[in-house]
């Protein structure tokens, strides 16, 4: 294998480079076929990764674990209600007392500022996990599921249907990157983060924001959703309902966008709200091919900020 590219920390995609995203697809295709073919790849033995989780997680926890174990390290999960950083305790001391014990740290919480202190305060690689801003290793599984099924990146269209959150601000931004186009359908208030509009504006007709889902989907490659009310946003539940009536990616959806288009989702799923039990069962393969990815994209990244 050629020798591998450095990367200091993956807060958020938009830090990386285009040639940065296809160098952790690069690696998470070889690392994932390896695996498949039973061969050893174990560059992080002796090296342990911590895992900070002030979020519930399924995927994100196992592929983390799993994945870390596969090259050799060891993960220590730890929830934030077992530190000090849950009872007051600030970021920047939590950072400089974690980069002496560990040698890597991902952390899935709130606040993208939370995550970027981490960074600025310690003197280890940080990986986000999720924040409300971003979710980019995420969406690096998504960008590797599309090119593995499609062969390809650039040229494609892709869709979002449902909340400017941290999936689409993600999205939008690794897309772009790769040279794919990108339609984005959400009511009024709803909105992607303004930085990411503002980055998005750069790519001429390549980006659009859509009020109508079926506008936004006519033609698509690759039609992407999210749950209408993340974590944290349980109060607004019942607005939210509200708000996004119609924006479900379902069979009416799907027959207008492009010969052979895939569906995506970054689960947990609520089936009949953003998206049709039908839609996701006939998309399954190709949903849970994306959620394996998180395992292989993430390994990539690992060994990108943590290997020698």
């Not at 790849?41 to 596969?70: C, D, H, N, W």
């Not at 305790?89 to 040698?103: F, I, M, N």
């Not at 980019?136 to 599921?145: F, G, N, R, S």
């Not at 609520?270 to 393969?285: G, N, S, Y």
Request: proline letters at 4%.
């Amino acid at each position: 294998m050629t020798k591998v590219k450095k990367l200091d920390h993956l807060l958020k995609i938009m830090d990386l480079s285009g040639e940065d995203i296809l160098a952790i697809l690069d690696l998470a295709d070889t690392l994932k076929y390896w695996q498949k073919q039973g061969t050893p790849y174990r560059p992080l033995a002796g090296k342990t990764l911590g895992l900070i989780f002030q979020k519930a997680s399924t995927r994100t926890r196992v592929s983390f674990e799993v994945g870390m174990t596969q090259l050799g390290g060891t993960p220590l999960f730890l929830s934030a209600n077992d530190l000090q950083i849950g009872r007051g305790e600030p970021v920047q001391d939590t950072a400089r007392v974690l980069s002496r014990y560990l040698d890597g740290l991902m952390i899935r919480t709130y606040a993208q500022a939370e995550v970027e202190d981490f960074a600025r305060y310690g003197s280890i690689p940080v990986i986000n996990g999720l924040t409300d801003f971003a979710h980019p290793c995420q969406v690096l599984a998504d960008l590797m599921t599309v090119r593995e099924l499609k062969g390809k990146l650039d040229g494609l269209k892709a869709c979002f249907i449902g909340d400017g959150h941290n999936m689409a601000n993600s999205l939008i931004v690794g897309c772009l990157k790769v040279g794919m186009r990108f339609t984005m359908a959400c009511p009024e208030g709803y909105d992607p983060h303004p930085d990411v509009l503002a980055y998005a504006e750069q790519f001429d007709d390549a980006f659009c924001l859509e009020r109508d889902p079926l506008v936004a989907a006519c033609g698509a490659d690759v039609v992407f959703t999210d749950v209408h009310a993340s974590m944290g946003q349980e109060g607004e539940q019942a607005e939210r309902m509200a708000a996004f009536r119609g924006y479900q990616v379902n069979d009416a959806l799907m027959a207008v966008t492009g010969t052979d288009s895939m569906a995506l989702h970054c689960l947990p799923a609520h089936r009949e709200e953003e998206i049709t039990t039908q839609v996701l069962e006939a998309h399954a393969d190709e949903i849970f091919q994306e959620a394996e990815n998180r395992l292989h994209a993430q390994k990539a990244v690992l060994v990108m900020t943590m290997g020698g």
